[in-house]
């Protein structure tokens, strides 16, 4: 069993967990605290260190596998003894390890070498991902799109809309098709999220037809085998799915709110292994 340390950083949580990356299960309780209101690296490595210690601190994970087996934090020398690699998944696009921009986190992200600033925090080798295209990975890889062929579109809808693209299982990383201009609106995401349905308090109808205008152009641009839809939104498919016009079939994340935790995790073992 192959176990990682996945970290998923949101505009509201930030979330983390020990992964067995082989079937995608969490093997302790997810952990999460609050984004720090800047979200700066800074404080976005702090939070994730101070997540991490409590995680190897669980008594569940130490009666589990005993602390010798996995990690454990050597308190004694005030630093870090992890061995499981760690996968971090930012709501950026991410080039070789560095941040290229920042949705619903401090501009200080944008060129930042994010890799080797949670690498030196942990003193382990960290591997970066973009959100969605961790989300992507776990459902390609053990979720929703398992096995599938051709072309699936996942998306993940919360505060703002991220897209992870695989082609037969392979991903397609960086698309941020939650920007597209749509209907003459710049950045579709800002009026088709689920945040943005409630800021606008419209019906799940109303924000089906947005949603809908939304799939139905990626459709035109991709002609996909497959959307999975994913992100909070999805534990209650029942809410929207009836007002969803689209051709393509659609399937609902496996994973939902631990798909990034998930991915990034997976990611990791891939990166730095
Ligand atoms: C960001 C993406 C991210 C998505 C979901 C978008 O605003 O540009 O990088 O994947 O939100 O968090």
């Not at 596998?65 to 996995?70: A, K, N, P, T, V």
């Not at 070789?96 to 920042?102: K, P, V």
């Amino acid at each position: 069993m192959a176990q990682a340390i996945g970290i998923d950083v949101g505009g509201t949580g930030i979330k983390a967990a020990i992964v067995d990356t082989t079937t995608g299960e969490l093997l302790s309780d997810r952990l999460t605290v609050e984004t720090p209101e800047q979200a700066t690296p800074e404080q976005v490595v702090s939070a994730a260190q101070q997540l991490v210690a409590a995680l190897l601190e669980q008594p569940a994970v130490l009666g589990t596998f005993g602390l010798e087996g996995i990690a454990a934090r050597d308190a004694a020398a005030g630093g870090w003894n992890i061995e499981m690699p760690i996968g971090v998944a930012l709501p950026s696009v991410v080039v070789d390890g560095i941040t290229l921009s920042a949705a619903n986190v401090s501009t200080q992200w944008i060129g930042h070498d994010a890799a080797a600033h949670f690498s030196r925090a942990f003193g382990v080798p960290v591997a970066i991902v973009n959100d969605a295209d961790a989300a992507g990975w776990a459902e390609a890889h053990s979720g929703a799109a398992r096995g599938q062929r051709g072309l699936t579109i996942v998306t993940t809808l919360g505060t703002g809309i991220g897209s992870a693209l695989i082609q037969d299982g392979l991903l397609i990383p960086n698309t941020e098709l939650g920007h597209l201009e749509i209907d003459g609106e710049p950045d579709y995401e800002r009026v088709a999220s689920p945040v943005a349905r409630e800021r606008d308090g419209i019906s799940f109808a109303e924000w089906g037809a947005r949603l809908s205008r939304y799939y139905q152009a990626l459709e035109r641009l991709f002609s996909p085998r497959l959307f999975v839809i994913g992100g909070g939104i999805s534990s209650a498919p029942e809410l929207f799915l009836p007002h969803l016009d689209v051709q393509t079939p659609v399937h609902i994340a496996r994973y939902n709110q631990n798909a990034g935790i998930i991915g990034a995790a997976e990611f990791a073992v891939v990166a730095t292994g």
